[in-house]
């Protein structure tokens, strides 16, 4: 493929250690030995950015191989860690301290350590995100899924990544056959909005333009968990793409099914680009009513559609400069119209994605399923992480 760069996300594992309450895929993990290869990453397009996430990335013993191969054709690799491997997150970085680290913190302590399942997860995190920092690394920061129960949680952690000089990244709850989930729902909408509000106003008061913008994803949050339409269109499977354990191509991690391009183990890149089946995707998602709002889908498109962002921060920051308070989570006419009585929680409830008599696809290969025959998910991945320690 000449010319143009990708945005990717590379799924190295379907394993996970962690439990988290708004994720099933530690009950649905991938065999090792079909996941991606060294050989199928070569045949990867170029990208101007790259995410490489899991399951837990870090559960592979490999991923340095792998990074090693993807900075031949990759301009900024971030990885998303829930940051429990602590010895191999600081090797990985000795090798390459040019890449990016966001380990998911969904709280503090005891709210982070309810949510993830990881005992003593929150230390974990925090300590190896400090060791991150003294080594000198730049690109370091936290991940959190803003849901009910955290975020209270919201803004004092943003104090503290910003105390110890760290990115701040947001996320809300989705459903998809990639978190092997459907049920997840905010419940408080007002309560979480006014959350977002503060965190939003915090991010709008700082010197930091890449805050800014923050803000304007955020507020994206707001309009998301009200079950309303995408502030900006999704162009997923266009210039952007995902990659799967088995080498399955997809457009993006929050259909209901898993959608699939093509397969990179059996095709070349550019075969599989411009497939029929890649074209069909595409018209899938063209009128796809999920309405996601995740950085790998909005951060694509905020590059692309610069101009819709850039015009909200000159309003937010810049017209209303003295201000204290620069932005309202009002200026949203469904939370205005919710506030006001008309329109119910049940109506806001049927905006979203969840369903609870949803049959969930987990997106396993039938080997993967097969395994589960005999175990569960956590006795898979518990034995094979005693393994590797051993
Ligand atoms: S959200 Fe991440 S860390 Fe938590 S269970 Fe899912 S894959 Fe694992
Ligand atoms: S809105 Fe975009 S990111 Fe979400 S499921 Fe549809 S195509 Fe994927």
Request: aromatic share 10%; glycine share 6%.
């Amino acid at each position: 493929m000449a010319g143009k760069k990708l945005n990717g996300t590379v799924i190295v594992t379907y394993r996970c250690n962690a439990r988290c309450t708004m994720c099933n895929r530690y009950k649905a993990p991938s065999r090792p030995e079909e996941e991606l290869s060294v050989e199928t990453i070569k045949k990867l397009p170029e990208m101007y950015f790259t995410n490489v996430t899991g399951g837990e990335p870090f559960i592979r013993q490999d991923l340095k191989d792998i990074v090693r191969e993807l900075y031949k054709k990759s301009d900024r690799i971030v990885i998303s860690t829930n940051g429990f491997f602590t010895d191999r997150i600081l090797e990985l970085c000795r090798e390459f301290p040019q890449i990016g680290i966001r380990i998911s913190i969904e709280g503090l302590e005891q709210t982070n350590n309810e949510i993830r399942g990881l005992q003593d997860g929150f230390n974990r995190g925090y300590t190896t995100l400090k060791k991150l920092v003294e080594m000198g690394m730049k690109d370091v920061g936290f991940g959190m899924t803003v849901q009910d129960r955290n975020a209270a949680d919201l803004v004092p952690l943003y104090l503290l990544s910003n105390q110890m000089q760290m990115e701040f990244a947001t996320a809300s709850l989705h459903n998809s056959f990639y978190f092997v989930e459907a049920k997840n729902i905010i419940h408080d909408r007002p309560m979480v909005a006014q959350n977002f509000e503060n965190l939003i106003n915090e991010l709008l008061n700082s010197n930091s333009p890449k805050k800014w913008f923050r803000a304007y994803f955020n507020h994206g949050l707001i309009n998301y968990i009200y079950g309303q339409r995408r502030l900006l269109p999704c162009d997923m499977s266009f210039d952007t793409f995902f990659i799967d354990p088995y080498g399955d191509v997809m457009p993006c991690n929050g259909t209901k099914d898993k959608e699939v391009m093509g397969n990179l183990n059996d095709q070349t890149w550019e075969e599989l680009w411009s497939s029929p089946a890649a074209e069909s995707v595409r018209r899938k998602v063209r009128c796809c009513d999920r309405n996601c709002w995740m950085i790998g889908s909005v951060s694509p498109a905020m590059r692309k559609y610069i101009w819709k962002p850039t015009w909200w921060v000159i309003r937010h920051k810049f017209l209303r400069f003295f201000k204290k308070k620069k932005y309202s989570m009002y200026e949203l006419k469904i939370v205005r119209d919710y506030r006001d009585g008309k329109v119910t929680k049940e109506e806001l409830d049927k905006l979203s994605t969840c369903d609870l008599n949803a049959v969930i696809n987990d997106g396993l290969s039938e080997a993967s399923k097969e395994q589960l025959a005999h175990k569960t998910g956590e006795e898979i991945v518990d034995a094979d992480i005693r393994g590797q320690m051993e």
